[in-house]
């Protein structure tokens, strides 16, 4: 009889994590709004189902005599249970970030200098921002030292202030939005670069631009959208993006001149928005795409692409001890939650957002993060010159 329980035991651990990566990847494939929400709805009934039918097979006779679908589907998941989630949870606790990157965080908590009322809006999530432990109303400040091989030396000191996933809806309030925005608009940066999902509610596009003009890059901002704002009325959104001083790079190449060199800059919110073609990529002596799903990294290292800014994966929104995050919409379900990864040429930073549909984070604090990049070449110690900051001050 224990003998039955372990089983079981096992088998449903095994089967949450075919849950979980079969939602984690058809969240990635561009369904919209009320096809994913059945679609999530068609999952959660397969695994009631093949739970019932195991456990049904499990007390009335032995393994060897079960038909041969439920004796796989039940192997399969002993073997995620066993060997899956073991290997991958030690897999990712060797993970490093790649070589050249340092960090400054600085964390401020909202709810403790404001009071938790008024960040609260009234919508019908807005119950979940008053769970206890909830950590939606911590930012995290991070400044980061960047490395790049291919950063042109003249660039050396270049600042990029990334925002993403900021989600207004009226689950939060509007006045959480604007002490975020707030705190984003001290931190100084030559560009501004926001990577997608902005709305969550319609009546929330008029807030675009009273909060997102608050912040302005000293060269330039820049924006594409993501999945959520594709539910709601995209064309607004991005109307009152360029109202706000953002220039819009949903589908689109931009170039930006800097001390004499070219800067390619590219966007995408693909699957959900237009694919950014590489075949329109103009020449510069740096790349930098902004892609809402990190999805794209291994398309972006074929490309050639120097940097890549993406959100989406909020860091998973809950971390679990020692295993870290379990839900996450992606192709590669939970390889790409947060901070940086490199494929050949193209480094990728994931941000964890600022807020989310489902206003929760227990181990996954909202951030905003500042890339300071520096050229490898300085760094070695082949070059003595001034860099950027310096030339500016």
Same mark, same amino acid.
């Given at each position: 009889? %224990?003998? !039955? ?16 990566? %079969? ?69 990712? %606790? ?12 600085? /964390? ?20 979940? @921002? ?5 950590? *939606? ?5 991070? !400044?980061? !030292? ?14 990029? @202030? ?24 001290t ?16 009546? *929330?596009? /008029? ?21 959520h ?8 959104t991005?109307? *009152? ?12 190449w ?5 001390e ?19 075949g329109?990529m ?12 990190? !999805? ?13 800014? %993406? ?21 590669y ?32 604090v ?20 001034g ?7």
């Amino acid at each position: 009889m %224990s003998q !039955d329980w372990v089983f079981l035991a096992l088998f449903a651990v095994g089967q949450a994590g075919v849950l979980a990566v %079969s939602v984690n990847v058809t969240h990635a494939l561009g369904f919209r709004g009320r096809i994913m929400d059945w679609i999530k709805v068609l999952l959660l009934a397969l695994t009631l189902v093949m739970t019932a039918v195991i456990a049904r097979e499990a007390s009335r006779k032995p393994w060897s005599t079960w038909p041969w679908p439920a004796s796989a589907y039940a192997l399969a998941c002993l073997a995620i249970a066993l060997v899956g989630l073991p290997a991958t949870t030690l897999a990712r %606790s060797f993970r490093r970030q790649p070589p050249g990157i340092s960090v400054r965080d600085a /964390e401020i908590d909202l709810a403790q200098r404001n009071g938790t009322e008024v960040l609260i809006g009234r919508g019908k999530r807005a119950w979940m @921002l008053r769970l206890p432990g909830n950590e *939606a109303f911590r930012l995290r400040k991070r !400044d980061w !030292d960047v490395v790049l091989p291919s950063l042109p030396i003249a660039w050396d000191g270049l600042s990029l @202030l990334q925002i993403s996933d900021l989600h207004f809806s009226p689950a939060y309030s509007r006045r959480f939005f604007e002490l975020m925005l707030d705190e984003a608009a001290t931190v100084e940066a030559d560009l501004v670069l926001f990577t997608g999902d902005l709305i969550d509610h319609d009546a *929330a596009i /008029e807030w675009i631009v009273p909060l997102l003009s608050r912040i302005e890059g000293r060269l330039g901002s820049y924006a594409i959208l993501g999945n959520h704002d594709y539910d709601h009325d995209h064309l607004r959104t991005r109307q *009152a993006l360029v109202e706000a001083g953002f220039t819009d790079l949903e589908g689109r190449w931009a170039t930006l001149a800097i001390e004499g060199l070219t800067l390619a800059l590219g966007g995408t919110s693909a699957p959900w928005g237009p694919r950014l073609d590489p075949g329109l990529m103009p020449d510069a002596d740096f790349r930098l795409v902004l892609s809402h799903s990190p !999805d794209l990294l291994p398309k972006a290292a074929r490309w050639g692409i120097d940097l890549m800014l %993406s959100g989406h994966n909020h860091g998973g929104q809950v971390r679990l001890p020692v295993i870290g995050p379990v839900f996450m919409p992606s192709l590669y379900s939970r390889r790409f939650d947060r901070d940086f990864f490199r494929t050949g040429p193209t480094l990728l930073h994931v941000s964890q957002g600022v807020a989310a549909k489902d206003p929760i984070r227990y181990g996954c604090v909202p951030e905003i993060s500042r890339l300071t990049l520096r050229s490898a070449c300085l760094r070695q110690g082949s070059v003595h010159e001034g860099d950027l900051a310096t030339e500016r001050s």
